[in-house]
């Protein structure tokens, strides 16, 4: 008899007296169905996905050991090594205090590259005009030493030309512009004042030891100071000395953080001086009039028309302009 609902059906079979097939149910409540087109489940499934799996908690395999790197030439052990750290020790003093390009520095690729083939080329025909027209036994070593002379005294050039030469640029910027560009001047003359102190210094130690440590006598405590100084600025001092100069001269002191336009205005006027000054104390050099006339002129004239480019590549490029 059915009942009409869910309950339990009249048949032996499973409960539910409703169910489809005369049954009197839906099936068991409880287990598997027996039988169906997929099979029996396997008997024990392993962990999913993977059946061997480690014991937790996970305990890392053993690796080979690295293999020790050698210690090559360039090592602090080595003295190539050691004059290396010494270099770049001095370079990134060096580059942090006299090359300083300021918030307002504009990359310009392009001009970097016509810099360094302005450089290059210039290299090229000085060294070819002193084969072919420098007949002297010393002409290389004269050579060698005019450019290091040069690169020695330009910053002390720029330290006495710079000065008349920022009044005027300043002077031609528009009055509402004059308060700014003074206020920023602070960093041009802190790479000065380090500059300047990087020779007392040197200078305050290097003269005292020549003058006064013998190696005939006996020595006193301050004369090993002396020495132990001296040795430190002959190995440390000179090096960042002569970058310093080098980047003094290509920074012109960090002049760009007064103003982007401001370098170009004063390499224009550094190479201007020292050709007039290597006309003054040298003379015309040896060759045809032609030949005179490129030798002489043509690096001031070839790195102002560099410079000039730049100024209006910066303006029609980039927007900076002095004067509205």
Known sequence: ????????????????????????????????????????????????PYPNQPAYPYVPQPTRPAARRRRGCLSLGSPFGLVGAILRSAHRVATRLFAQEGDGRIEDRTVDRVQLARTVLGAAA???????????????EDAAYGGAAQLIVAPFVLIIAAPLVIIGFIYYAPPHLRPHLRSRLRAPLKAVGWYVLTLVVIGGILVPTALTVNADDGKSWWEYVLAVASLIVIVWGLPFFFMASLYSARSAFNSAQVHPMLPPVLTMTLVWVFAAFSLIGDGMPAGPPVVQFCSALGGPLSLTAVSLWELRRMRTRFGVTLRA
Do not use: C, F, K, S
């Open 126 to 140: 000085t060294i070819a005009l002193i084969l072919a027209y420098n007949v002297e036994p010393n002409r290389w």
């Open 1 to 48: 008899m059915a009942t009409g609902g869910w309950g339990p059906g009249n048949g032996p079979g499973q409960p539910g007296g409703n169910g489809p097939g005369g049954q009197g149910g839906w099936g068991a409540p409880y287990g598997p169905p027996q039988g169906g087109p997929y099979g029996p489940p396997p008997p024990n499934p392993g962990p999913y």
